[in-house]
């Protein structure tokens, strides 16, 4: 599959109906075959030459493993996988067999179905984390369906709790022969991206890229079409990708958001002068399918 965007990709066969059959996953866990995907705080273990994910075996893994804290990713390569959370309190673990690296990081040298193996681990083990408590008692939760879901431990409340994923637009904003790229402040010096911001309550991802471009520079959008999304899980989002048609081009910083915009040619972009974004963002998808001639 060579379209999709790094993370993104249907890799990994989640068996969602697996997650609530306590005997298939306790026969899982006791595999020789079952792979783990370590996660040390926010970092995965990688290693070797070209480098790759290091999965481990339950031996390997010894006293890390708890009776709740295993996550079922699903089957990876035709086998069951799991992501074994690590506290960051520790000393980074398993040295000999590579190094914990941040998730931008092995975007870029990852294989793809590796990379996207990680960042699901990465993006339960971050929501287990931050999810210890109820939101609507504030009482204890614990984790269910192979660590898929929580489950609030007062009996009055009982309530699920699901992960949290917070969309998000990415627009690719365009007029003829330019097209629209915006700066924030703390960003290396000479970077621009293409604009992009949460969905908000009750907005169509239509409406919401129409906000967005209007509040952070004050250009009018007509036309939007879809173009891909991404799996950004910084800590949890999902980058929703567009292409759009400006009806003005008047740049006003409306919000603050933005340092600077600016309206770009083909050949500014294709030169030395702009830094563009990150390779593995769907960002830089977006420029280069313009620069290629997409509209």
């Known amino acids: 599959m060579e379209n999709h965007n790094v993370f993104a990709g249907a890799f990994v066969d989640r068996s969602g109906e697996r997650r609530k059959d306590p005997d298939w996953l306790a026969e899982a866990l006791s595999k020789s075959e079952t792979r783990f995907v370590p996660v040390w705080g926010d970092r995965c273990l990688v290693g070797g030459d070209p480098p790759g994910t290091v999965l481990?075996?339950?031996?390997?893994l010894g006293d890390?493993?708890?009776?709740?804290?295993?996550?079922?990713?699903?089957?990876?390569?035709?086998q069951p996988a799991f992501a074994v959370p690590i506290v960051r309190d520790l000393d980074p673990p398993f040295l000999e067999l590579g190094e914990f690296k941040d998730l931008r990081f092995l975007g870029t040298v990852l294989p793809p179905d590796e990379a996207n193996l990680a960042a699901h681990a990465r993006a339960l083990v971050l929501w287990h984390d931050a999810t210890l408590?109820?939101?609507?008692?504030?009482?204890?939760?614990?984790?269910?369906?192979g660590g898929n879901t929580r489950r609030c431990c007062n009996p009055d409340c009982h309530k699920e709790i699901f992960p949290r994923t917070?969309?998000?637009?990415?627009?690719?904003?365009?007029?003829?022969?330019?097209?629209?790229?915006?700066?924030?402040?703390?960003?290396?010096e000479g970077r621009y991206s293409t604009i992009a911001g949460f969905v908000e309550p009750g907005e169509s991802l239509e409406d919401a890229v129409r906000r967005e471009v209007y509040e952070e520079t004050n250009i009018r959008v007509g036309t939007v079409s879809y173009h891909s999304s991404q799996p950004w899980p910084f800590p949890s989002a999902l980058m929703l990708g567009f292409v759009a048609e400006a009806t003005s081009d008047e740049i006003v910083l409306n919000d603050g958001e933005l340092e600077d915009a600016r309206w770009f040619t083909r050949k500014q972009l294709q030169s030395d002068e702009v830094g563009l974004p990150?390779?593995?963002?769907?960002?830089?998808?977006?420029?280069?399918h313009w620069l290629g001639g997409g509209g």
């Not at 481990?56 to 390997?60: G, M, N, P, S, Y």
């Not at 008692?137 to 614990?142: H, K, L, V």
């Not at 998000?168 to 402040?185: F, N």
């Not at 990150?278 to 280069?288: E, N």
């Open 166 to 188: 917070d969309p998000a637009i990415i627009v690719l904003v365009a007029q003829g022969d330019k097209c629209l790229l915006g700066r924030q402040e703390n960003w290396p």
């Open 133 to 145: 408590y109820c939101g609507k008692c504030g009482s204890a939760s614990q984790p269910e369906a």
């Open 56 to 60: 481990l075996t339950r031996e390997q």
């Open 278 to 288: 990150f390779k593995i963002s769907i960002a830089r998808r977006l420029v280069d």
């Open 64 to 78: 890390f493993i708890t009776d709740d804290n295993v996550i079922f990713l699903g089957l990876f390569r035709n």
